[in-house]
C-alpha cells in the first residue's frame, strides 16, 4: 500500500526581490509549500519555469516547492503564514489591495522589512497593523544579519522572530528555520524594528568614510559610538536595552557595516566618494532603506531628547551641506569637558556590557535544542 503523504504547509511571500526571494527560499528549505508573488509576470515566470531569479539571486538554484504568480488573489489562497518584504516607503499603498483579501483568516503576518515610514514615521508593524486592521498579537518580525546572497548561497546565519505575542513569534520561528537558518524569538517589537531601521543609518555613515578613504579606526570608531546612539534612540521609544546587543542589533550591525553586499554601505560609499544623493538613488538597482529613513528617524529623536551626532552629520551629506570627509561625529564635541562611554539609558559601554554580548552569542551559537529560543 503507497503511503500517504501529507501536504506541506503552504505560505506566501509577497514580494519577490533579493530577501524575499531568499526568505521564501528559506522557507521552502524548512519544509514548506512557498508561493512567492511578484509585481511583474515575466519574473514569476522565471522562477516558474527556471527556478531562478537572475535579476535579484544570480546563480540560485531555487527549491522545486517555491512557484510564484502575479495575482495576489491566487497567492494568498490557502496561505497559512503572510510574508511581507516590500520596500518601506510602498508599505501603505500594497496593503490596501490585500485587506479584503484577507478578511475571513487569521494567518500571522510576517514583515521582512527594515524601515520607516517617511510621513509617519511609524514602524512596518505599525503600518501593518493600521491597514490590514488585525491585532497586534497576529503581527511578528523578522530581523538580524540577514545579508540576502549569503543566506541564499546557504551560509549559516542566525536571525530573530519578534512578536508581542509569544504564540505567534515560536509558530514563524518554527516555520523560518532549516539546517542553514536559524531562529530565536523575543517579544520586544519595538528594539527588534528599530534595530533593523538604525543599523542601515550607521551603515551608511561607514560607507561614507570608506568612500573617502579612511581606514579601520575610523570605522570602528563610528561602529561603537553608533551602537550607542541605537540603543539610546530604541530605549527612548520603550525597547529593551539588551535587544540592541543581540541579533537584531549588534548582530546585524556587523553584517551590514562590514559587507559590500549591503546597499546601505554601498549607497555611503558612493556619497563618500562625492556622487550626489540623486546619483546615488540613479545608479542603486535596489532600494537603500537608509536613505529614506535618515531624517524620519532624526525627528522621532529630536522628539524624544535622543542626541545622535552620527546620523546628524549623515543626513548632512545627504543634504550637501557637509563635506563627505568632515564626517568624524565620534571625534567631535561640543566642548572640552571629557565625555563619558555611558549611553543616555545608563547601560555602561565598556568591558562589561562587551563581554556578556559576547556570552550572548556563544550561548546562542551552542545551542541547537529545537525549540525556538530566546533571542
Given at each position: 500500500?503507497?503511503?500517504?503523504?501529507?501536504?506541506?504547509?503552504?505560505?506566501?511571500?509577497?514580494?519577490?526581490?533579493?530577501?524575499?526571494?531568499?526568505?521564501?527560499?528559506?522557507?521552502?528549505?524548512?519544509?514548506?509549500?512557498?508561493?512567492?508573488?511578484?509585481?511583474?509576470?515575466?519574473?514569476?515566470?522565471?522562477?516558474?519555469?527556471?527556478?531562478?531569479?537572475?535579476?535579484?539571486?544570480?546563480?540560485?538554484?531555487?527549491?522545486?516547492?517555491?512557484?510564484?504568480?502575479?495575482?495576489?488573489?491566487?497567492?494568498?489562497?490557502?496561505?497559512?503564514?503572510?510574508?511581507?518584504?516590500?520596500?518601506?516607503?510602498?508599505?501603505?499603498?500594497?496593503?490596501?489591495?490585500?485587506?479584503?483579501?484577507?478578511?475571513?483568516?487569521?494567518?500571522?503576518?510576517?514583515?521582512?522589512?527594515?524601515?520607516?515610514?517617511?510621513?509617519?514615521?511609524?514602524?512596518?508593524?505599525?503600518?501593518?497593523?493600521?491597514?490590514?486592521?488585525?491585532?497586534?498579537?497576529?503581527?511578528?518580525?523578522?530581523?538580524?544579519?540577514?545579508?540576502?546572497?549569503?543566506?541564499?548561497?546557504?551560509q549559516p546565519t542566525?536571525?530573530?522572530?519578534?512578536?508581542?505575542?509569544?504564540?505567534?513569534?515560536?509558530?514563524?520561528?518554527?516555520?523560518?528555520?532549516?539546517?542553514?537558518?536559524?531562529?530565536?524569538?523575543?517579544?520586544?517589537?519595538?528594539?527588534?524594528?528599530?534595530?533593523?531601521?538604525?543599523?542601515?543609518?550607521?551603515?551608511?555613515?561607514?560607507?561614507?568614510?570608506?568612500?573617502?578613504?579612511?581606514?579601520?579606526?575610523?570605522?570602528?570608531?563610528?561602529?561603537?559610538?553608533?551602537?550607542?546612539?541605537?540603543?539610546?534612540?530604541?530605549?527612548?521609544?520603550?525597547?529593551?536595552?539588551?535587544?540592541?546587543?543581540?541579533?537584531?542589533?549588534?548582530?546585524?550591525?556587523?553584517?551590514?557595516?562590514?559587507?559590500?553586499?549591503?546597499?546601505?554601505?554601498?549607497?555611503?560609499?558612493?556619497?563618500?566618494?562625492?556622487?550626489?544623493?540623486?546619483?546615488?538613488?540613479?545608479?542603486?538597482?535596489?532600494?537603500?532603506?537608509?536613505?529614506?529613513?535618515?531624517?524620519?528617524?532624526?525627528?522621532?529623536?529630536?522628539?524624544?531628547g535622543v542626541h545622535?551626532?552620527?546620523?546628524?552629520?549623515?543626513?548632512?551629506?545627504?543634504?550637501?551641506?557637509?563635506?563627505?570627509?568632515?564626517?568624524?561625529?565620534?571625534?567631535?564635541?561640543?566642548?572640552?569637558?571629557?565625555?563619558?562611554?555611558?549611553?543616555?539609558?545608563?547601560?555602561?559601554?565598556?568591558?562589561?556590557?562587551?563581554?556578556?554580548?559576547?556570552?550572548?552569542?556563544?550561548d546562542q551559537l551552542?545551542?541547537?535544542?529545537?525549540?525556538?529560543?530566546?533571542?
Open positions: 500500500m503507497t503511503p500517504r503523504h501529507e501536504p506541506l504547509p503552504r505560505v506566501v511571500v509577497l514580494g519577490a526581490g533579493s530577501w524575499g526571494t531568499t526568505f521564501g527560499k528559506i522557507l521552502a528549505d524548512g519544509g514548506a509549500d512557498v508561493v512567492m508573488w511578484a509585481r511583474r509576470p515575466e519574473l514569476a515566470h522565471e522562477i516558474n519555469e527556471a527556478k531562478r531569479n537572475s535579476k535579484y539571486l544570480p546563480g540560485i538554484n531555487l527549491p522545486r516547492t517555491m512557484t510564484a504568480t502575479s495575482s495576489l488573489k491566487e497567492a494568498l489562497d490557502g496561505a497559512e503564514q503572510i510574508y511581507l518584504s516590500i520596500p518601506s516607503q510602498q508599505v501603505r499603498t500594497s496593503l490596501k489591495p490585500l485587506r479584503p483579501l484577507i478578511a475571513s483568516s487569521d494567518a500571522p503576518i510576517v514583515s521582512l522589512m527594515k524601515g520607516v515610514e517617511r510621513r509617519t514615521g511609524l514602524r512596518m508593524s505599525q503600518v501593518i497593523e493600521q491597514e490590514l486592521r488585525c491585532d497586534p498579537g497576529r503581527v511578528a518580525v523578522a530581523s538580524g544579519p540577514n545579508l540576502a546572497l549569503e543566506i541564499a548561497r546557504e542566525a536571525a530573530v522572530i519578534s512578536s508581542v505575542s509569544q504564540e505567534t513569534a515560536d509558530a514563524v520561528a518554527r516555520r523560518a528555520r532549516n539546517t542553514y537558518f536559524r531562529t530565536f524569538v523575543n517579544t520586544d517589537v519595538i528594539g527588534t524594528e528599530f534595530g533593523g531601521v538604525l543599523k542601515n543609518l550607521i551603515a551608511v555613515a561607514i560607507g561614507i568614510v570608506d568612500g573617502v578613504g579612511y581606514g579601520e579606526n575610523t570605522k570602528a570608531s563610528i561602529v561603537t559610538r553608533g551602537l550607542v546612539e541605537m540603543t539610546d534612540f530604541a530605549v527612548a521609544q520603550g525597547a529593551h536595552p539588551e535587544t540592541l546587543q543581540g541579533l537584531a542589533g549588534l548582530g546585524d550591525l556587523i553584517a551590514t557595516c562590514q559587507s559590500p553586499l549591503s546597499r546601505n554601505n554601498t549607497a555611503g560609499r558612493l556619497l563618500g566618494q562625492g556622487y550626489s544623493f540623486q546619483d546615488v538613488v540613479k545608479r542603486m538597482e535596489q532600494t537603500a532603506e537608509g536613505l529614506a529613513s535618515v531624517a524620519p528617524i532624526l525627528q522621532l529623536a529630536r522628539a524624544a545622535m551626532p552620527i546620523v546628524e552629520q549623515v543626513k548632512m551629506v545627504l543634504d550637501g551641506t557637509m563635506n563627505p570627509r568632515d564626517i568624524a561625529p565620534h571625534l567631535t564635541t561640543d566642548d572640552d569637558t571629557p565625555q563619558g562611554e555611558r549611553t543616555q539609558n545608563g547601560q555602561a559601554g565598556g568591558g562589561g556590557a562587551l563581554w556578556r554580548s559576547l556570552q550572548r552569542t556563544l551552542r545551542n541547537s535544542g529545537r525549540r525556538a529560543p530566546r533571542d
